[in-house]
């Protein structure tokens, strides 16, 4: 007996010997190759992204000379908003993984930057959660996606009721201009009602969700990744949707102040009912980033131009709001992932 105990610590201590050292191999891998290559392929695909966008030389040369126009402070305002918008996020993420994992705001800002630079890839950003969870020590990584996810809902929760706010505001103008009829207009306004009515109620009933994969077969395996939602009361849950709203008033303002700057006349509120409807056609439409300039382009001259004939100016905006938003923060996450081997270097090596 005492030979076959023997025999069974030693086969275990040979498997832990063996998982160190793949553990340091894939450290190395990540380390001096991923890494690096992760930072050449993200910058050159926002460099490409940034390439092919249509009257990308005319909207660099408005935004330079916005410098010299007597608004240009809305341009310095609208860049200096974007990092209030990050922070804001940086905030949401550092509050939701504080049950898993004491995060600074220093690294939830670096996290959620690193993020963007993995999303400009993906459909709808999804990427974003890849560059997060790195930034989470081992044993913690996959236990944050779910808790990524709750805060993304909570921001969709926002960006549904206000664009349903806006159809039904502008339900008159827009139907008069012919993109939708009537009919159809009430099937779009019902149908966005009915899933925001679902997933609030999924929001704030996340123990249904927990029980539910309690029940499934084999759910032992993979149970602990939603554990971590028990910790979300109803406070936190409500602090994450007052923050994403804070957001989006954020959004809108950048957007009003660039309209201003790019001479599009159109009133604070007739600008904000359809930014947030655009807002909405943008979270229901699967698109890559490379696409989204585009579409939200396309969106914007529809909608914006229920109020206003400058073109132009409101292309200007999306295309600069675009930059301001999602390019320069890629940029400065891509940068970020030179420092990829800290996140990978374990306790006993800071030891």
Do not use: H
């Not at 905030?91 to 504080?98: G, L, M, T």
């Not at 993020?115 to 990584?141: A, D, I, Q």
């Not at 929760?157 to 706010?165: D, K, P, S």
């Not at 001259?301 to 200007?316: A, E, H, Q, R, T």
Request: one cysteine or more; a positive charge; charged letters at 15%.
């Amino acid at each position: 007996m005492p030979r076959i105990i023997l025999a069974g610590f030693c086969k275990r201590d040979t498997i832990f010997t063996r998982l160190m050292k793949l553990n340091r191999n894939i450290k190395l891998f990540v380390n001096y190759f991923l890494g690096p290559i992760l930072f050449i392929w993200l910058s050159w695909s926002i460099y490409r992204q940034i390439q092919q966008q249509p009257n990308l030389e005319k909207a660099w040369q408005s935004i330079v000379a916005s410098f010299n126009s007597p608004l240009a402070w809305n341009l310095v305002a609208a860049v200096l908003l974007m990092i209030v918008n990050w922070s804001i996020e940086a905030v949401k993420w550092k509050i939701s993984v504080q049950p898993i994992q004491q995060v600074s705001f220093s690294k939830a800002f670096k996290a959620v930057l690193s993020g963007v630079s993995f999303s400009v890839s993906t459909p709808n950003r999804v990427g974003e959660y890849l560059g997060r969870v790195l930034y989470m020590e081992e044993g913690n990584r996959l236990k944050t996606i779910s808790i990524t996810i709750v805060g993304s809902i909570s921001q969709l929760i926002v960006t549904l009721l206000m664009g349903c706010l806006g159809l039904i505001v502008l339900r008159q103008q827009i139907e008069a201009s012919g993109f939708v009829s009537s009919i159809w207009m009430l099937v779009i306004i019902y149908g966005v009602l009915a899933v925001l009515s679902v997933l609030t109620l999924f929001y704030f009933r996340l123990a249904w969700l927990i029980r539910w994969v309690d029940r499934l077969p084999g759910s032992s395996r993979f149970a602990y990744l939603v554990k971590a939602l028990e910790d979300f009361n109803a406070t936190l849950l409500w602090r994450l949707l007052s923050l994403s709203a804070l957001r989006f008033v954020v959004f809108i303002t950048q957007y009003y102040l660039l309209f201003r700057l790019f001479d599009v006349e159109i009133g604070w509120w007739p600008a904000f009912w359809a930014v947030s409807v655009s807002f909405l056609v943008m979270a229901v439409i699967p698109t890559f980033a490379i696409a989204e300039l585009g579409l939200r382009g396309e969106v914007g001259i529809k909608l914006i131009g229920l109020f206003s004939v400058n073109s132009l100016g409101i292309w200007m905006t999306t295309m600069t709001v675009w930059l301001v938003n999602l390019i320069i923060p890629a940029i400065v996450g891509s940068l970020l992932i030179l420092s990829i081997k800290k996140i990978f270097t374990n306790k006993n090596e800071r030891t």
